[in-house]
């Protein structure tokens, strides 16, 4: 154990809830639903996936061995404009005249980044305009082009989405990939839980690393564990029975680490192939499809897929004839619980995932999920908003390279933004979320554009071929973030997920626990944060006081703690199921 049972009161002091509002929460929509694109098979390629970038071993979880994986993302993507020709290294959002700007003056640098800000802000309003999609299917079931609809004369997926790099060579538009980390118990039974663990924006999949390694050394689940204060809505959280309890511990078999497909070695993985938008719902759409397939509950209509206990297949990834996103819940379970665990924008993407397939997920942990009620109606004319503006300044002003790693950490540890963070999360910040400049994914990528050589996707990994992270850190080279100031930028600025997860809170049927910080501010404030936490039907929460919103950077062995707490009322059975009525 990491703690000492003084740090244990101490921080049980720390933990608090939001009170009971004293009437149930609005049910009246603030955001116009977006039709989730249904997922198909991904186009045949006879290539293999790209390769695994070099990355450093993490110390291992005691007991648990690692392996790295290369998995598909949904296909289609959401928008149209979500597949291009972008790498790390790109900047898509500055004007034409404004690429060299080494030497540019204090106010020229302000005028630019306002206006890359206004850019991505207007690309992302007009992606999600772009509500009249047209396909044309080939007899293999891949989608060659979409068209922006009628009025835009633009013909049927030609014109200046293939100008951007949006298709391949033979008009199909791209496949993106994820990065996942796989993490498995040595000794296991084969009925312990599978939990998936989802990032923040601008972060990456090991930033979970400190708090797992706290969670692994707290040992098995204790059932008897109690988390959170529960909802108390007759009309949300009615129950048909009685929640029944157990007194046998439950261990952790399974856990898997994802890196979004705009961050981390993601961005490695689809250099060349990155729009300049991306829609929070493809966040949703890579879950759903790898959960369906990797770990399919009996409802899933998903015939072709591997078995829970194994790694993903290294067959083709079009070998699947299907990847549902609508099933009907059914009494039958999987054979071990599969739970979903979302920080920030994780949380966003586990909410829209669950809300699209109710049997998807068995329990749901939000990390200061990113949902604030706000409203996309009051700001379809206005791109220059409060909210977003702030937030996409932020990420574009970022500095994003520097001469070493050890002087990218004396940076930023002059920013209180850092100094509120665990040495442990400083660390791992160091060694994953710095990456050599230039990238070696986006060299390539450059010397295929200018004919240097030929294109190629690698050679090394299948999809789910087991490869073992065994880089060395360059602490003489050039760095850069392995999330660019684009990618995270071009994230927030998606304009309709925020309001869209905020109406479906209230019709999530899964059982829900939200772990939220003392300091409301990026939720929307404490009017929201309260309301938020309790409009999911029978969903617990807490809070950690003396916390800010990046909990996983700032609190890991509290976060653990309050982690193996409702992983243990959970399987003990503390939580009512919510009323399937709707379903």
């Known amino acids: 154990?990491?703690?000492?049972?003084?740090?244990?009161?101490?921080?049980?002091?720390?933990?608090?809830?939001?009170?009971?509002?004293t009437?149930?929460?609005?049910?009246?929509?603030?955001?116009?639903?977006?039709?989730?694109?249904?997922?198909?098979?991904?186009?045949?390629?006879?290539?293999?996936?790209?390769?695994?970038?070099?990355?450093?071993?993490?110390?291992?979880?005691?007991?648990?061995?690692?392996?790295?994986?290369?998995?598909?993302?949904?296909?289609?993507?959401?928008?149209?404009?979500?597949?291009?020709?972008?790498?790390?290294?790109?900047h898509p959002f500055r004007t034409i005249g404004s690429s060299g700007v080494t030497e540019e003056s204090r106010e020229d640098r302000t005028r630019r980044i306002v206006q890359e800000t206004r850019n991505v802000l207007r690309m992302a309003l007009e992606a999600r305009n772009e509500t009249q999609w047209q396909f044309q299917v080939h007899d293999q079931g891949s989608v060659q082009g979409r068209g922006r609809g009628k009025g835009e004369g633009e013909g049927e997926g030609e014109g200046e989405g293939e100008r951007r790099g949006r298709t391949n060579e033979k008009g199909i538009e791209k496949?993106?990939?994820?990065?996942?980390?796989?993490?498995?118990?040595?000794?296991?039974?084969?009925?312990?839980?599978i939990l998936i663990f989802c990032h923040a924006n601008g972060f990456t999949k090991e930033s979970w690393y400190p708090t797992l390694s706290r969670l692994i050394d707290k040992g098995s689940i204790d059932t008897r564990s109690t988390f959170g204060q529960p909802s108390s809505y007759p009309s949300l959280a009615s129950s048909s029975s009685s929640p029944t309890f157990s007194e046998q511990n439950e261990m952790i078999d399974e856990i898997w680490l994802l890196d979004d497909?705009?961050?981390?070695?993601?961005?490695?993985?689809?250099?060349?192939?990155?729009?300049?938008?991306?829609?929070?719902?493809?966040?949703?759409?890579?879950l759903i499809q790898f959960i369906t397939t990797q770990f399919p509950s009996p409802s899933s209509s998903s015939s072709s897929s591997s078995s829970p206990s194994s790694a993903p297949s290294s067959s083709s990834p079009s070998s699947s004839s299907s990847y549902p996103l609508s099933s009907s819940l059914t009494t039958s379970k999987r054979q071990r619980k599969v739970i979903g665990i979302g920080h920030s924008l994780g949380g966003n993407a586990l909410i829209q995932a669950s809300h699209a397939r109710p049997d998807l997920l068995d329990a749901l942990l939000l990390v200061e999920p990113i949902c604030p009620p706000v409203c996309e109606l009051e700001r379809e004319n206005n791109v220059n908003t409060p909210e977003e503006r702030t937030l996409v300044l932020g990420a574009l002003k970022r500095r994003d390279i520097w001469p070493s790693r050890d002087q990218a950490v004396e940076s930023v540890l002059k920013s209180p933004f850092f100094q509120a963070w665990h040495p442990d999360s400083i660390q791992v910040w160091k060694s994953h979320a710095?990456?050599?400049?230039?990238?070696?994914?986006?060299s390539s990528i450059s010397k295929e554009k200018s004919g240097e050589n030929e294109v190629t996707n690698g050679n090394k990994a299948g999809v789910g071929d087991e490869i073992r992270e065994t880089g060395v850190i360059n602490v003489e080279g050039k760095v850069q973030l392995a999330t660019p100031p684009w990618c995270e930028a071009t994230t927030f600025a998606e304009p309709s997920a925020l309001g869209e997860a905020w109406d479906k809170l209230p019709e999530i049927v899964t059982p829900t626990g939200f772990i939220m910080a003392g300091d409301a501010r990026m939720i929307g404030g404490e009017r929201i944060a309260a309301e938020m936490v309790y409009r999911v039907p029978g969903a617990r929460h807490e809070r950690i006081m003396d916390a800010g919103h990046l909990i996983v950077q700032e609190k890991p062995d509290e976060l653990a703690d309050a982690i193996w707490r409702f992983l243990g009322s959970f399987t003990g059975g503390h939580f009512n199921k919510p009323d399937k009525a709707r379903l």
């Open 1 to 21: 154990m990491r703690m000492t049972r003084v740090s244990q009161r101490t921080m049980n002091k720390s933990i608090s809830t939001y009170p009971r509002p």
């Open 23 to 90: 009437h149930p929460p609005s049910m009246k929509r603030i955001s116009p639903q977006t039709q989730i694109y249904p997922l198909e098979p991904p186009p045949p390629n006879p290539s293999p996936p790209p390769s695994l970038p070099s990355r450093p071993s993490l110390p291992p979880l005691k007991g648990y061995t690692s392996t790295h994986h290369v998995i598909p993302g949904s296909y289609p993507r959401q928008f149209r404009d979500c597949t291009g020709d972008l790498t790390r290294e790109s």
């Open 175 to 193: 496949q993106l990939w994820i990065a996942a980390e796989r993490i498995v118990r040595d000794n296991q039974q084969g009925n312990g839980l």
């Open 261 to 286: 497909a705009y961050h981390g070695a993601s961005v490695d993985l689809n250099a060349g192939s990155l729009g300049p938008v991306r829609s929070w719902i493809d966040a949703s759409r890579d």
């Open 434 to 442: 710095l990456v050599p400049f230039p990238s070696p994914s986006s």
